[in-house]
Protein backbone atom coordinates (compact mmCIF):
# COMPACT_ATOMS: atom_id res chain seq x y z
CA UNK A 1 0.00 0.00 0.00
CA UNK A 2 1.38 3.38 -1.40
CA UNK A 3 1.54 6.28 1.44
CA UNK A 4 1.13 9.76 0.18
CA UNK A 5 2.77 10.70 3.57
CA UNK A 6 5.88 8.72 2.62
CA UNK A 7 9.27 10.04 3.64
CA UNK A 8 12.13 9.37 1.02
CA UNK A 9 15.46 10.58 1.90
CA UNK A 10 18.96 9.94 2.71
CA UNK A 11 21.24 9.54 5.79
CA UNK A 12 24.90 10.91 7.30
CA UNK A 13 26.63 10.27 10.65
CA UNK A 14 28.33 13.02 12.47
CA UNK A 15 31.94 12.13 12.41
CA UNK A 16 31.24 10.47 9.10
CA UNK A 17 30.66 14.01 7.15
CA UNK A 18 31.46 17.01 9.69
CA UNK A 19 34.61 17.59 9.83
CA UNK A 20 35.51 20.46 11.86
CA UNK A 21 36.92 18.09 14.26
CA UNK A 22 38.46 20.44 16.59
CA UNK A 23 36.49 23.75 15.64
CA UNK A 24 33.91 25.80 17.53
CA UNK A 25 34.45 24.34 21.07
CA UNK A 26 33.84 20.55 20.02
CA UNK A 27 35.63 18.13 22.39
CA UNK A 28 37.45 15.47 21.00
CA UNK A 29 35.82 11.95 20.28
CA UNK A 30 37.00 8.41 20.77
CA UNK A 31 37.10 8.84 17.00
CA UNK A 32 39.83 11.78 16.90
CA UNK A 33 42.17 9.70 19.43
CA UNK A 34 42.00 6.78 17.79
CA UNK A 35 42.78 8.32 14.19
CA UNK A 36 45.43 10.13 15.38
CA UNK A 37 47.00 7.77 17.84
CA UNK A 38 46.06 4.10 17.04
CA UNK A 39 47.99 1.52 14.66
CA UNK A 40 44.47 -0.19 14.19
CA UNK A 41 43.45 3.21 11.85
CA UNK A 42 44.91 0.80 9.07
CA UNK A 43 44.42 3.24 6.05
CA UNK A 44 45.57 5.74 7.68
CA UNK A 45 42.75 7.97 7.57
CA UNK A 46 40.65 10.54 9.42
CA UNK A 47 37.10 12.27 9.83
CA UNK A 48 39.06 15.58 10.66
CA UNK A 49 37.74 17.14 7.48
CA UNK A 50 35.79 14.08 5.95
CA UNK A 51 33.18 15.94 3.27
CA UNK A 52 33.14 18.98 5.23
CA UNK A 53 29.78 19.32 5.89
CA UNK A 54 30.04 21.80 8.77
CA UNK A 55 30.61 24.13 6.08
CA UNK A 56 28.68 22.90 3.11
CA UNK A 57 25.53 21.73 5.17
CA UNK A 58 23.29 24.31 3.17
CA UNK A 59 24.36 23.25 -0.42
CA UNK A 60 24.02 19.25 0.61
CA UNK A 61 20.48 20.14 1.90
CA UNK A 62 19.95 22.12 -1.63
CA UNK A 63 20.49 19.06 -3.95
CA UNK A 64 19.11 16.42 -1.33
CA UNK A 65 15.76 18.82 -1.82
CA UNK A 66 16.21 19.43 -5.34
CA UNK A 67 16.27 15.03 -5.97
CA UNK A 68 12.84 15.22 -4.40
CA UNK A 69 13.93 13.87 -1.01
CA UNK A 70 11.55 15.30 1.65
CA UNK A 71 13.23 14.03 4.67
CA UNK A 72 17.29 14.03 6.10
CA UNK A 73 18.67 11.63 8.66
CA UNK A 74 21.52 13.05 10.53
CA UNK A 75 23.29 12.52 13.67
CA UNK A 76 24.73 14.90 16.52
CA UNK A 77 27.73 14.69 17.42
CA UNK A 78 27.37 14.61 21.69
CA UNK A 79 31.29 15.75 21.86
CA UNK A 80 30.07 19.16 20.09
CA UNK A 81 26.99 19.83 22.07
CA UNK A 82 28.91 18.25 25.50
CA UNK A 83 32.71 18.62 25.06
CA UNK A 84 33.30 16.55 28.22
CA UNK A 85 30.35 14.08 27.37
CA UNK A 86 28.79 15.36 30.82
CA UNK A 87 28.12 19.26 32.60
CA UNK A 88 29.03 21.66 29.99
CA UNK A 89 27.00 22.92 27.38
CA UNK A 90 28.65 24.51 24.12
CA UNK A 91 26.63 26.81 22.48
CA UNK A 92 28.14 26.95 19.47
CA UNK A 93 27.48 23.00 18.93
CA UNK A 94 23.92 23.83 19.20
CA UNK A 95 24.13 27.02 16.99
CA UNK A 96 25.12 24.69 14.52
CA UNK A 97 22.48 22.17 14.74
CA UNK A 98 19.87 25.02 14.84
CA UNK A 99 20.79 26.00 11.41
CA UNK A 100 20.92 22.18 10.10
CA UNK A 101 17.40 22.47 11.32
CA UNK A 102 16.39 25.44 10.63
CA UNK A 103 17.55 24.88 7.08
CA UNK A 104 16.15 21.79 6.42
CA UNK A 105 12.72 23.00 7.43
CA UNK A 106 12.79 26.40 5.22
CA UNK A 107 13.74 23.42 1.60
CA UNK A 108 10.43 21.30 3.27
CA UNK A 109 12.87 18.53 4.79
CA UNK A 110 11.98 16.60 7.76
CA UNK A 111 15.05 16.31 9.92
CA UNK A 112 15.29 12.80 11.13
CA UNK A 113 18.02 13.32 14.54
CA UNK A 114 20.14 10.55 15.69
CA UNK A 115 21.50 11.03 18.83
CA UNK A 116 24.55 8.92 19.22
CA UNK A 117 26.10 7.13 16.19
CA UNK A 118 29.30 5.41 17.40
CA UNK A 119 31.25 8.30 18.43
CA UNK A 120 31.70 8.50 22.09
CA UNK A 121 33.17 11.76 24.10
CA UNK A 122 36.91 10.62 24.37
CA UNK A 123 35.99 11.78 28.62
CA UNK A 124 33.35 8.92 28.77
CA UNK A 125 35.17 6.65 26.63
CA UNK A 126 38.48 6.83 28.67
CA UNK A 127 36.56 6.31 32.00
CA UNK A 128 35.21 2.56 30.01
CA UNK A 129 32.42 4.13 27.81
CA UNK A 130 29.25 2.14 27.63
CA UNK A 131 30.59 -0.74 29.84
CA UNK A 132 30.06 1.60 32.75
CA UNK A 133 26.54 2.16 34.17
CA UNK A 134 26.98 5.69 34.90
CA UNK A 135 27.12 6.30 30.96
CA UNK A 136 23.43 5.39 30.79
CA UNK A 137 22.86 8.48 32.85
CA UNK A 138 25.11 10.69 31.07
CA UNK A 139 23.68 10.23 28.14
CA UNK A 140 20.30 10.77 29.31
CA UNK A 141 21.06 13.80 30.58
CA UNK A 142 22.87 14.83 27.25
CA UNK A 143 19.66 13.61 25.32
CA UNK A 144 17.55 16.27 27.35
CA UNK A 145 19.87 19.03 26.46
CA UNK A 146 18.91 18.14 22.82
CA UNK A 147 15.37 17.59 23.48
CA UNK A 148 15.10 21.16 24.83
CA UNK A 149 17.15 22.37 22.30
CA UNK A 150 16.05 21.30 19.10
CA UNK A 151 12.49 19.21 20.45
CA UNK A 152 10.08 22.17 18.97
CA UNK A 153 11.38 21.59 15.55
CA UNK A 154 12.86 17.74 15.43
CA UNK A 155 9.64 15.00 15.46
CA UNK A 156 11.60 11.97 14.64
CA UNK A 157 14.16 10.83 17.27
CA UNK A 158 16.99 8.04 17.53
CA UNK A 159 18.82 7.75 20.49
CA UNK A 160 21.30 4.75 19.68
CA UNK A 161 22.14 3.90 16.19
CA UNK A 162 22.61 0.15 15.76
CA UNK A 163 23.52 -1.15 19.44
CA UNK A 164 24.00 -4.47 18.14
CA UNK A 165 26.70 -3.56 15.36
CA UNK A 166 28.57 -1.09 17.41
CA UNK A 167 29.55 -3.25 20.06
CA UNK A 168 29.93 -5.78 17.89
CA UNK A 169 32.60 -4.17 15.98
CA UNK A 170 34.00 -2.39 19.19
CA UNK A 171 33.79 -5.55 21.29
CA UNK A 172 34.31 -8.68 18.82
CA UNK A 173 35.63 -7.25 15.59
CA UNK A 174 37.74 -5.27 17.63
CA UNK A 175 38.22 -2.52 14.70
CA UNK A 176 36.23 0.05 16.41
CA UNK A 177 37.41 1.63 18.93
CA UNK A 178 38.12 1.04 22.54
CA UNK A 179 39.28 -2.08 20.11
CA UNK A 180 38.18 -5.06 22.48
CA UNK A 181 38.38 -8.34 20.70
CA UNK A 182 36.01 -11.39 21.03
CA UNK A 183 34.87 -9.96 24.62
CA UNK A 184 31.49 -11.48 25.25
CA UNK A 185 31.52 -9.76 28.65
CA UNK A 186 31.59 -6.63 27.49
CA UNK A 187 29.97 -7.11 23.77
CA UNK A 188 26.38 -8.13 25.79
CA UNK A 189 26.75 -5.59 28.74
CA UNK A 190 27.56 -2.66 26.54
CA UNK A 191 24.03 -3.62 24.06
CA UNK A 192 22.36 -3.69 27.96
CA UNK A 193 23.51 -0.50 29.18
CA UNK A 194 22.64 0.63 25.02
CA UNK A 195 18.61 -0.35 25.50
CA UNK A 196 18.42 0.68 29.15
CA UNK A 197 19.88 3.96 27.53
CA UNK A 198 17.15 4.04 24.73
CA UNK A 199 14.45 3.55 27.37
CA UNK A 200 15.48 5.91 29.57
CA UNK A 201 15.56 8.62 27.01
CA UNK A 202 12.24 7.90 25.55
CA UNK A 203 11.04 8.50 29.05
CA UNK A 204 12.67 11.60 29.36
CA UNK A 205 11.58 12.81 26.00
CA UNK A 206 7.82 11.98 27.14
CA UNK A 207 8.20 13.36 30.38
CA UNK A 208 9.05 16.74 28.87
CA UNK A 209 6.10 17.01 26.95
CA UNK A 210 7.35 16.23 23.64
CA UNK A 211 5.16 15.24 20.79
CA UNK A 212 7.33 13.57 17.96
CA UNK A 213 8.20 9.73 17.74
CA UNK A 214 11.25 8.34 19.31
CA UNK A 215 12.74 4.72 18.52
CA UNK A 216 15.59 2.64 17.90
CA UNK A 217 17.57 1.80 14.55
CA UNK A 218 18.74 -1.56 14.47
CA UNK A 219 21.48 -3.53 11.64
CA UNK A 220 19.07 -6.14 10.41
CA UNK A 221 20.09 -9.42 11.22
CA UNK A 222 17.60 -11.81 10.07
CA UNK A 223 18.55 -15.59 10.85
CA UNK A 224 18.22 -17.23 7.81
CA UNK A 225 19.87 -20.88 8.36
CA UNK A 226 21.75 -22.87 4.78
CA UNK A 227 19.32 -25.89 4.35
CA UNK A 228 22.52 -28.47 5.34
CA UNK A 229 21.77 -27.28 8.92
CA UNK A 230 21.34 -30.22 11.28
CA UNK A 231 20.41 -28.42 14.80
CA UNK A 232 17.91 -25.77 13.34
CA UNK A 233 16.05 -24.61 16.20
CA UNK A 234 19.01 -24.62 18.71
CA UNK A 235 20.93 -22.45 16.18
CA UNK A 236 17.86 -20.10 15.57
CA UNK A 237 17.67 -19.26 18.80
CA UNK A 238 21.18 -18.71 19.98
CA UNK A 239 21.63 -16.57 16.52
CA UNK A 240 18.62 -14.61 17.57
CA UNK A 241 19.79 -14.05 21.28
CA UNK A 242 23.37 -13.15 20.06
CA UNK A 243 21.90 -10.84 17.20
CA UNK A 244 18.60 -9.65 17.69
CA UNK A 245 16.10 -10.40 20.77
CA UNK A 246 17.94 -8.24 23.18
CA UNK A 247 17.59 -5.10 21.30
CA UNK A 248 14.29 -5.50 19.41
CA UNK A 249 12.48 -7.56 22.58
CA UNK A 250 13.45 -4.66 25.17
CA UNK A 251 12.45 -2.00 22.99
CA UNK A 252 9.40 -3.10 20.68
CA UNK A 253 7.80 -5.40 23.58
CA UNK A 254 9.47 -3.77 26.66
CA UNK A 255 10.65 -6.74 28.57
CA UNK A 256 14.29 -8.33 28.44
CA UNK A 257 14.57 -12.10 26.37
CA UNK A 258 13.55 -14.59 29.10
CA UNK A 259 16.03 -16.55 28.41
CA UNK A 260 18.78 -14.39 27.96
CA UNK A 261 19.86 -14.44 32.03
CA UNK A 262 19.66 -18.63 31.62
CA UNK A 263 21.87 -18.64 28.42
CA UNK A 264 24.13 -15.76 29.58
CA UNK A 265 24.94 -18.16 32.79
CA UNK A 266 25.00 -21.56 30.70
CA UNK A 267 28.18 -19.43 28.75
CA UNK A 268 29.96 -18.43 31.86
CA UNK A 269 29.08 -14.64 30.45
CA UNK A 270 28.91 -11.94 33.16
CA UNK A 271 25.27 -10.78 33.88
CA UNK A 272 25.76 -9.11 37.17
CA UNK A 273 24.86 -5.47 35.93
CA UNK A 274 21.33 -6.98 34.87
CA UNK A 275 19.27 -5.61 37.75
CA UNK A 276 15.54 -6.47 38.55
CA UNK A 277 14.78 -2.65 39.09
CA UNK A 278 15.20 -1.90 34.76
CA UNK A 279 12.25 -4.08 33.73
CA UNK A 280 10.34 -1.05 34.96
CA UNK A 281 12.77 0.86 32.76
CA UNK A 282 12.20 -1.03 29.75
CA UNK A 283 8.23 -1.50 30.32
CA UNK A 284 7.63 2.75 29.93
CA UNK A 285 10.34 3.41 27.82
CA UNK A 286 9.09 1.09 24.38
CA UNK A 287 9.91 2.48 21.23
CA UNK A 288 7.19 4.56 19.10
CA UNK A 289 8.90 3.06 15.88
CA UNK A 290 11.42 0.99 14.31
CA UNK A 291 14.72 1.63 12.61
CA UNK A 292 16.17 -1.03 9.97
CA UNK A 293 19.23 -0.45 8.76
CA UNK A 294 19.01 -3.12 6.07
CA UNK A 295 21.94 -4.83 4.08
CA UNK A 296 22.43 -8.75 4.45
CA UNK A 297 21.02 -11.62 6.36
CA UNK A 298 22.42 -13.80 8.87
CA UNK A 299 23.41 -16.84 6.71
CA UNK A 300 24.28 -19.40 9.30
CA UNK A 301 24.64 -23.49 10.21
CA UNK A 302 26.24 -25.41 12.51
CA UNK A 303 29.71 -24.87 14.01
CA UNK A 304 32.16 -27.21 12.60
CA UNK A 305 35.38 -26.72 14.22
CA UNK A 306 38.16 -24.42 15.04
CA UNK A 307 38.30 -21.36 18.11
CA UNK A 308 35.64 -18.86 18.16
CA UNK A 309 36.81 -16.08 15.14
CA UNK A 310 35.80 -13.10 13.66
CA UNK A 311 35.94 -12.50 9.73
CA UNK A 312 36.01 -8.94 8.26
CA UNK A 313 37.40 -7.43 6.07
CA UNK A 314 38.03 -3.44 5.83
CA UNK A 315 40.59 -3.73 2.99
CA UNK A 316 37.82 -3.83 0.20
CA UNK A 317 39.57 -5.84 -2.99
CA UNK A 318 43.11 -5.92 -1.44
CA UNK A 319 41.60 -8.91 1.04
CA UNK A 320 39.80 -11.77 -0.17
CA UNK A 321 38.11 -11.91 3.47
CA UNK A 322 34.19 -12.65 3.87
CA UNK A 323 32.61 -10.46 6.12
CA UNK A 324 31.12 -13.43 8.77
CA UNK A 325 31.84 -15.20 12.07
CA UNK A 326 32.34 -18.60 14.00
CA UNK A 327 31.33 -19.25 17.39
CA UNK A 328 32.66 -22.35 19.05
CA UNK A 329 29.87 -24.47 20.24
CA UNK A 330 27.03 -21.91 18.86
CA UNK A 331 27.13 -21.37 15.12
CA UNK A 332 29.00 -20.10 12.26
CA UNK A 333 27.91 -18.19 9.25
CA UNK A 334 28.44 -19.95 5.81
CA UNK A 335 28.30 -18.71 1.73
CA UNK A 336 25.62 -18.56 -0.33
CA UNK A 337 27.38 -19.78 -3.55
CA UNK A 338 23.85 -18.58 -5.19
CA UNK A 339 24.04 -14.82 -4.22
CA UNK A 340 26.76 -12.09 -5.01
CA UNK A 341 29.24 -10.15 -2.59
CA UNK A 342 30.45 -6.70 -2.59
CA UNK A 343 34.53 -6.04 -2.80
CA UNK A 344 34.49 -5.61 1.33
CA UNK A 345 32.91 -9.78 1.39
CA UNK A 346 29.46 -8.68 2.25
CA UNK A 347 26.28 -10.49 1.13
CA UNK A 348 24.15 -8.57 -1.28
CA UNK A 349 20.76 -10.02 -1.06
CA UNK A 350 17.71 -8.08 -2.07
CA UNK A 351 15.33 -10.89 -0.42
CA UNK A 352 16.45 -9.88 2.97
CA UNK A 353 14.82 -6.95 2.80
CA UNK A 354 10.96 -8.49 2.38
CA UNK A 355 12.47 -11.62 4.83
CA UNK A 356 13.11 -8.89 7.61
CA UNK A 357 10.34 -6.72 7.45
CA UNK A 358 7.80 -10.14 7.47
CA UNK A 359 9.91 -11.55 10.27
CA UNK A 360 8.95 -8.09 12.48
CA UNK A 361 5.85 -7.62 11.51
CA UNK A 362 4.74 -11.35 12.53
CA UNK A 363 7.14 -11.31 15.82
CA UNK A 364 5.91 -7.75 16.80
CA UNK A 365 3.00 -6.91 15.38
CA UNK A 366 1.97 -3.15 13.62
CA UNK A 367 4.52 -1.59 14.45
CA UNK A 368 5.95 1.48 12.38
CA UNK A 369 9.00 1.07 10.58
CA UNK A 370 11.41 2.96 8.65
CA UNK A 371 14.13 1.66 6.77
CA UNK A 372 16.46 4.04 7.83
CA UNK A 373 19.86 2.70 6.16
CA UNK A 374 19.86 1.24 2.59
CA UNK A 375 23.53 1.26 0.18
CA UNK A 376 25.74 -0.28 -1.37
CA UNK A 377 29.56 0.88 -1.14
CA UNK A 378 32.04 1.06 -4.78
CA UNK A 379 35.19 2.36 -6.22
CA UNK A 380 34.42 4.83 -8.48
CA UNK A 381 36.15 6.90 -10.92
CA UNK A 382 34.85 10.14 -12.17
CA UNK A 383 34.78 11.28 -15.98
CA UNK A 384 36.38 14.38 -16.82
CA UNK A 385 33.32 16.67 -16.07
CA UNK A 386 33.17 14.60 -12.36
CA UNK A 387 30.49 12.47 -13.13
CA UNK A 388 30.13 8.88 -11.88
CA UNK A 389 28.28 6.28 -13.54
CA UNK A 390 27.11 3.83 -10.40
CA UNK A 391 24.76 0.91 -12.27
CA UNK A 392 26.10 -1.29 -9.62
CA UNK A 393 24.70 1.05 -6.87
CA UNK A 394 21.09 1.59 -8.79
CA UNK A 395 20.72 -2.13 -9.95
CA UNK A 396 21.26 -3.30 -6.34
CA UNK A 397 19.33 -0.62 -4.13
CA UNK A 398 16.63 -0.89 -7.04
CA UNK A 399 16.64 -4.47 -5.90
CA UNK A 400 16.10 -4.00 -2.09
CA UNK A 401 13.69 -0.98 -2.65
CA UNK A 402 11.22 -3.47 -4.72
CA UNK A 403 11.34 -5.84 -1.66
CA UNK A 404 10.14 -3.30 0.18
CA UNK A 405 7.45 -2.40 -1.23
CA UNK A 406 6.46 -5.83 -1.87
CA UNK A 407 6.37 -5.73 1.65
CA UNK A 408 4.17 -2.88 2.40
CA UNK A 409 1.61 -4.46 -0.22
CA UNK A 410 2.00 -7.41 2.25
CA UNK A 411 0.86 -5.09 5.61
CA UNK A 412 4.25 -4.13 6.76
CA UNK A 413 3.59 -0.45 8.16
CA UNK A 414 7.09 1.54 6.19
CA UNK A 415 6.56 4.85 6.57
CA UNK A 416 9.73 5.62 5.12
CA UNK A 417 13.42 5.03 3.08
CA UNK A 418 17.05 6.37 3.83
CA UNK A 419 19.35 6.03 1.34
CA UNK A 420 22.78 5.35 2.98
CA UNK A 421 23.93 7.65 2.11
CA UNK A 422 23.57 11.31 1.48
CA UNK A 423 26.84 12.66 -0.21
CA UNK A 424 30.09 10.26 -0.16
CA UNK A 425 32.03 10.17 3.38
CA UNK A 426 34.23 8.63 5.60
CA UNK A 427 33.27 5.15 5.81
CA UNK A 428 35.28 4.30 9.24
CA UNK A 429 38.24 2.44 8.57
CA UNK A 430 37.19 1.43 5.00
CA UNK A 431 38.23 5.37 4.79
CA UNK A 432 37.40 7.31 1.84
CA UNK A 433 37.64 5.06 -1.21
CA UNK A 434 34.56 3.05 -0.28
CA UNK A 435 31.80 5.15 -1.40
CA UNK A 436 27.96 5.10 -0.93
CA UNK A 437 26.76 8.62 -1.88
CA UNK A 438 24.33 10.01 -4.34
CA UNK A 439 26.76 12.68 -4.43
CA UNK A 440 30.27 12.75 -5.21
CA UNK A 441 32.51 14.49 -2.87
CA UNK A 442 36.19 15.06 -4.59
CA UNK A 443 38.10 15.28 -1.62
CA UNK A 444 40.95 16.06 -3.46
CA UNK A 445 39.64 19.40 -4.73
CA UNK A 446 37.58 21.30 -2.28
CA UNK A 447 35.29 18.76 -1.51
CA UNK A 448 33.32 19.70 -4.57
CA UNK A 449 29.97 18.11 -5.08
CA UNK A 450 28.94 16.56 -7.99
CA UNK A 451 25.40 14.16 -8.41
CA UNK A 452 26.54 10.89 -9.53
CA UNK A 453 23.57 9.01 -12.17
CA UNK A 454 22.32 7.13 -8.90
CA UNK A 455 21.03 10.67 -7.77
CA UNK A 456 18.72 11.47 -11.10
CA UNK A 457 17.48 7.75 -10.34
CA UNK A 458 16.74 8.19 -6.65
CA UNK A 459 14.72 11.34 -7.78
CA UNK A 460 12.84 9.24 -10.69
CA UNK A 461 12.06 6.96 -8.18
CA UNK A 462 10.50 9.31 -6.07
CA UNK A 463 8.48 10.85 -8.63
CA UNK A 464 6.65 8.06 -9.50
CA UNK A 465 5.92 6.21 -6.33
CA UNK A 466 4.55 10.17 -5.51
CA UNK A 467 2.48 9.91 -8.70
CA UNK A 468 1.44 6.14 -7.60
CA UNK A 469 0.38 7.53 -4.54
CA UNK A 470 -1.76 10.38 -5.41
Known sequence: MRRKDFLWGSATAAYQCEGAWNLDGKGEGEWDYFNHTSPLNINNVSGDVACDFYHHYKEDIDMLAAGGQNTFRFSISWARIMPEGRGRVNQQGIDFYNSVIDYCLEKGVVPNVTLFHYDLPLTLAEEGGWARREIVDDFTEYAKVCFKAFGDRVKIWVPINELRYYSYCSNMVGNYPPNHSLDF????????????????????????????????????????????????????????????????????????????????????????????????????????????????????????????????????????????????????????????????????????????????????????????????????????????????????????????????????????????????????????EKRYGFVRVDFDDDNKRYPKKSYYWFKKLIEDYQKGAE
Not at 357 to 365: C, F, H, Q, S, V
Open 185 to 432: DRFFKTVYHEVLACAKAAIAYRKMGCDGQIGIVHDNSNVDLAPETKEKERIRIIANLFYNDLVLDTALKGTLPGNLIPFLQENGIDWSYIRFEDAVTFEKGKSDFLGLNVYNRMYLTDYSEGETEVFHNNRGAGSKKKEGIRIKNWFETTVDPTTKRNLWGREIYPQCMYDALMEIKNKYGDIPIYITENGHGMYEKADENGNVEDDERIDMMQGYIDKMLEAMDDGVDVRGYYAWSTMDLYSWINGF
